[in-house]
């Protein structure tokens, strides 16, 4: 299927389908006019790649880890590689970190009010 098709059947602009290209997470053949050209997997491999960016995984890691993610007939699952376990626990860790941050400011900002 042609780009503009993958991008219909999966919900993503052609732009972001072309960043995934450049960020190497997708890997379409080129036909002899070099107009892209991707395969039935490219859908489920793009589902993947939204799965991963919404769980906060930049490109690096996701090109990383996209092995470790499988989409079946219920959706996308992740085989826990233990290095993505070790990922996703420091972005937990620094999503902990920030909820504690806005927490603090806002405790600032309600003092602010009551003075």
């Known amino acids: 299927m042609l780009i503009g098709e993958l ?4 919900g993503v602009s052609v ?17 002899a006019n070099s107009y892209r050209y991707y395969d039935e997997s490219a859908v489920a491999v793009v589902a993947q790649i939204r799965v991963m960016l919404e769980a ?5 890691a996701i090109r990383r880890y996209l ?3 499988r989409t ?6 992740v085989d826990m590689c233990p290095e993505l376990s070790d990922e996703l626990d420091r972005i937990a860790a620094r999503l902990a ?13 309600d003092a602010l009010r009551s003075a």
């Open 7 to 10: 991008a219909e059947r999966t």
């Open 15 to 31: 732009r972001a389908l072309r960043h995934y290209e450049e960020k190497e997470l997708l890997a379409p053949e080129r036909d």
């Open 56 to 60: 906060g995984l930049n490109a690096a």
């Open 67 to 69: 092995d470790c993610v």
């Open 72 to 77: 079946g007939e219920h959706g996308v699952t």
């Open 97 to 109: 970190a920030q909820q504690k941050a806005l927490e603090a400011t806002r405790r600032r900002l």
